[in-house]
């Protein structure tokens, strides 16, 4: 059996490559830069690009089953994945994709439902990487977090549970057409968050909030488009029930409890000392 995992070198592709890999499951990774991936040994590294399917023909042949992601969140990517892999996937004979949906209803969505593959959509909220993105620069530089909406609760979710809950889905038989929303096991809010990095690195964090003035001039000053800006402001002001309700869902796919973001913050301590 071969898994194609798509966004391999993401913040959850690479969690899912080296569980498949502890599976002894084997591996071909999508990248469109083989020379900057580092993958565990026994990996095949392919080289493709998501909004060009025709690139990943060949990769496909010989495939049991995909991870996909249908977007990036890297600030010099974009990507939105042509829906034409679901055809070409179908045409190679592939048997199932798992697909990291953002909003649930796109076009690879749509592609997939019309499709004869066995699917499983699984949609995570927000992923507990997210504080070395937003904070990593500012906690060392400053020793201080500034934002908007830091009483907002989420319950964040651990990359390597999504990642698990994946290889359950690319691996078993019984996950077909379901729609899976992943939280991690609490509610917690920006300040609590901060509070906990500060515990663990030993060192006081100051945690301002922004007035939504002070956050719309940040956010122009790092180049986000007026569209982006609104919907920020929208999501801090009015945060969706679903980014914070908690849900079993992962303890009962994967049958272990979901990783608390104090665990998270103990394992990726350094990223947050100079
Ligand atoms: N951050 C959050 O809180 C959050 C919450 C819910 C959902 N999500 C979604 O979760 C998904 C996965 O996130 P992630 O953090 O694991 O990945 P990511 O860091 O957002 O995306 C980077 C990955 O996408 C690949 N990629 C980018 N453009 C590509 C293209 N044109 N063709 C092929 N591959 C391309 C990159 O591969 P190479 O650079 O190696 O080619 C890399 O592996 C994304 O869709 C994101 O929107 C994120």
Redesign the pocket.
């Known amino acids: 059996m071969t898994i194609l995992v ?9 969690h899912v490559v080296e569980q498949l890999v502890n599976k002894k499951v084997q591996v071909r990774a ?4 083989p020379k ?2 580092n993958f565990p040994e026994g990996v095949e590294v392919v080289v ?4 060009s399917p025709k690139t990943l023909i060949s990769a496909l042949q010989d495939v049991t089953a995909i991870y996909l ?6 600030v010099d ?3 939105e ?1 042509d829906p034409q892999i679901v055809e070409l996937a179908e045409e190679a004979g592939v048997k199932r994709i798992s697909l ?1 949906t ?1 909003y649930g209803d796109g076009p690879v969505e749509q592609a997939i439902k019309n499709s004869h593959l066995e699917w499983t959509f699984v ?5 507990m ?2 504080a070395i ?1 937003d904070w990593q620069e500012s906690i060392q530089k400053e020793g201080a977090v500034c934002m908007l909406g830091g009483e907002n609760r989420t319950a ?1 979710v651990h ?1 390597a549970d999504i990642a698990a809950v994946f290889v359950e889905t690319l691996l078993g038989d019984k996950y077909h057409g379901n729609f899976y929303t992943l939280t991690g096991p609490e509610a917690l809010s920006a300040i609590e968050q901060v509070e906990i990095i500060s515990k663990v690195i030993g060192k006081e964090i100051k945690f301002k909030e922004l007035t939504e003035a002070q956050a719309r001039n940040r956010w122009q000053e790092i180049g986000l488009d007026e569209e982006s800006i609104d919907f920020m402001v929208q999501m801090s002001n009015n945060p969706p029930e679903i980014g914070y309700t908690v849900l079993p869902t992962i303890e009962c796919i994967t049958g272990h409890s979901a990783k608390t973001f104090a665990e998270w913050a103990h394992e990726h301590k350094k990223h947050f000392i100079k």
């Open positions: 798509s966004g391999a070198t993401g913040t959850v592709g690479k999508v990248t469109r830069n900057k991936a493709g690009d998501l909004m992601i249908t977007s990036s969140d890297q990517a974009t990507l994945t990291l953002v949609q995570p909220v927000g992923f990487a997210n993105d964040i990359e």
